[in-house]
């Protein structure tokens, strides 16, 4: 690992953490616009989080260990995915443990972790929420695994990076089946990142509230630390979906000048998705859960039918 | 030419005329005028084909040869008995307040367009324009079907439409995949589905696509022709609507369906040089006429019955031109014929009965013979004829049919043996009570109009007793098209 | 244009038009599955503009003239009418057991891509994969029509087969001559303007639009 690359590393990673609360904010202002309401400042999210962080933080005198240790984990684990994935290059040296396959296991550790605090305090909200977040992830675990595997096959690799080099260097190639996975992609996001038309990430209603449910009993900085995650989590999100389906325009290896186009690239693109993502929620109503199954159901389906058009169409 | 010209262009004036001024008093005069001209030219073209041999007209766009010429005689006869049938009973049904002068104009404009449809269909040489020409064939009766606006009739007409319009789309996907085969041996462009074309070069023709595009094609088509499984749109279609569309859906549409079938065949037939068109043919007939001599155990309802009763011998046609070869083509073209006038020739005895009981219920309709003898006897002959009882032309095709199948295949016989058995058995028993049973109903007071009920059952005895020597001779000619 | 990119463009449209069509399967709401069924119509413009341009296929035009008007502006046009008219814009329907019938759809994808596949290897045309495509989005049309009990969404399902059949003609064959799909194009307009009588003869006859009400026939054989 040389020097450069090690900056690189350190850049990236701080740069998702840094721009995760940037682009909630973006998202938000978009809705805001689209439903005629006033928009909150872009930088919303970052207040919201300072005041967090300076607030008292109140536990439940039955919480364990596990509730504390939660948010850390839970925080740690998204860095670690907004590290790896490659959002403005592809030569970093931790990028080699960006394989898609890892990542589900990352995101999958950060849930059950966040689960099993929600039902530590023995709230009947908390494992309300746990409970429907894990029928969520059963179903969205295998789409969102599916979705991976149609641009694997193209590439022959899990390796995200490995993906990314060959779709944004090689010669201009269409692959329909990409069009079924990237449909497949966008309804697993909606429904991993608490977006509508899975959840509502703006109401506290028992009734159909999961991730906020999960998170009611923290408080303080333990809370800015899960929005922070949540925040984070969007983000990476949305950058593996740059990354599968938009990749052109990343730096090449060991190329310094590449890098601010890259950046301004990202921006755009991720300016792009936040837009497309609110255009979404906007039209969108929220459905109620137990027709959840059904649309993670279809994203599963679209993906397997993407695979099957790779198979048919395209060798 | 001049023939071709008036049989095309005098149905389509006659859609026109009628379609403006329909519901006069005189619409039904001319509906039968323009049904006569047309067949009058008909005839004038059968004697050219039969004397100078196949024609290819209007820039390759038609083509006449002994197979279509002859069942272009049938149509346009057919169409112009059932227009005279037509005249008096459309009349009676106006009286009686069933329907309102817009529909009568409907009823004409379509009548005519529904012959021009029939008759394209079989004259084009392009088997583009084939399906064109049937799937305007259904949107030209559709309405027909929904005419009285009863919600039965709604009903049956919607399932014509949705089935017939998913059938035939089945068809323009085998038509597609007929297209893409013959492109890589004609080029692209036009003359890639013109079927003389097509029939000069049909053995070398992609195997593999034009065994697929058969399955679609005859599923398609089939569904026109109402083979089992795709039978359920018929019987419904023929009970609900007017009398006179159920004789020319009969006995004409099954029969240009059918045609559809047996063109494309002839192609599949060749480039596959295997007998497997001809043996799914078979089991589709096969199954067809077992399944319809059951249910017609069943029927109520007297159009229903010889609904079913058409489906049973559209099945026996499609098994004769399934077996291929000469005689058994023969005896399917003439299955063909006898059918469409024997089962025309029942509707409008039917019809007249139906209109006086004012019931189509079987159990209700009784002792015809006393009411009015000519209708009685008309359903209790034409009834005799349809079940295939000696010495009726119907009874002859059935023998030469059965016969080929005792020779080239005799599993099959006992099944048809079977089917036919029982359709006579549930026929015949139905048929006895309606004609012969007690009643107290009056006699008739509309004078039928039978003549063309007993010009088609003589014509059908003559087929059974004596064929002409050049009507045979015709009938080798087309068969050996077919072989 | 060089070829192999064209073929890239015509898969990925055949691929929208697959994906268009489990679309309009799992749509509920009648306005949004004719607004699917108008973006399929513009799906099969695009693609046959595209083999126009690629060939110079002059005839072609006038099929992507005709697919522009009548599939994309006339037809959602007249079923959109309709629907105003008989006040059904906020109509939804329950569509059974939907994973199952997407399973069911998959399926279909399947057994159209075995059954197209020995046909692909033999067309000579850049498109290869997209014959299966057309035949699998025409059966899946079909699965939606007996899936559905509101007459209009059958029949948006009927016209959707037909695009199916009209991309398989453009795809497969470069296009069908013109005077069968001047025939053809006649036929489904007409087609439409019946379907539309027989919506208002329906409603007025048995006063609702489900074809459930149309089952009295169905007990009797």
Known sequence: MSVSQAVLQLFQGVLAVAVAPLVLGWLNQCRAWLQNRRAPSLLQPYRVLIKLLRKEMVLATNASWLFRLAPYVVFACM????????LVATDLPFARAADVIALVGLFALARVFMALAAMDVGTAFGSLGSRREMLIAALAEPALLMVFFTPALIS??????????????????????????????????LAENARIPVDNPSTHLELTMVHEAMILEYSGRHLALMDWAHA???????????????????????????????????????ALAGAGLALLETLAAKMRIFKVPEFLGMAFMLAVLGMLVHFLVET | MTELLLILCLPLAGAAVLGLRGERTWAAEANAAFSLVTFLAAVALAARV???????LLSELFFVDALNVFLVTLTAFVGFTT???????????????????MRLRLYHGMYQMFMFTMLVALLTNNVGILWVAMEAATLATVLLVSLYRTPASIEAAWKYFILCGVGIAQALFGTILLYLAAERVLGAGGSALLWTHLHEVKDQLEPTVLGIAFVFLLVGYGTKVGLVPLHNWLPDAHAEGPTPISAVLSGLLLNVALYAVVRNKVLVDAALGSPLPGYLMMGFGLLSVLVAAFFLFRQKDVKRLFAYSSIEHMGIAAFAF?????????????HMTAHSLTKSAIFFAVGHAAQKTGTQNMDEIRGLVHVSPAVGWGLMVGGIAILGIPPFGVFASEFVILTTAMRDHPWAAPIL?????????????????MVFGDTTAKRLPHPPALLPVFVHLALVLMLGLYMPPYLAAWYRQAAAMLG | MSSPF??????????????IAFAMLAQRRLLRLIHLFALQGAVLTLNTMVVAVTLVQSHLWFSVALNLVLKVIVLPMILIRVVNRLGLRRDAESVGNLPFIMLVAVVLVILSFNVALPISRLAGTITRGTLGIAMASMLIAFLMMITRRKAVAQVVGFLAMENALFFAATSATYGMPMVVELGIALDVLVGTFIFGIFFFQIRETFDSLDTRSLERLGGRE
């Open chain 1, 79 to 86: 860095v670690l995915a907004g590290a790896i994935v490659p």
């Open chain 1, 156 to 189: 022959h690799s899990t390796a995200l990076t490995t993906i990314v080099d060959q779709f944004s260097n090689g010669a201009l190639q269409i692959h329909p089946s990409m069009a079924f996975a990237a449909v497949a992609f966008v309804m697993v996001l």
């Open chain 1, 232 to 270: 984070l989590k969007l983000t990476v999100y949305m950058g593996i979906g740059i990354a599968l389906f938009l990749p052109w325009g990343m730096a090449h290896p060991q190329n310094w000048l590449e890098l601010p186009l890259a950046l301004a690239a990202l921006g755009v693109k991720l």
């Open chain 2, 50 to 56: 039969v004397g100078q041999g196949p024609l290819v």
């Open chain 2, 83 to 101: 227009s005279l049938f037509s005249r008096v009973y459309m009349r009676v049904e106006q009286q009686l307040g069933r329907l309102t002068g």
């Open chain 2, 322 to 334: 399934g077996m291929g070869g000469p005689v058994a083509a023969f005896g399917g073209l003439l």
């Open chain 2, 417 to 433: 043996l079977i089917g036919l058995g029982v359709a006579f058995a549930s026929v015949f028993s139905r048929l006895q009570a």
């Open chain 3, 6 to 19: 064209v073929g890239q463009v015509i898969d990925l449209l055949a691929a929208l038009m697959l994906l």
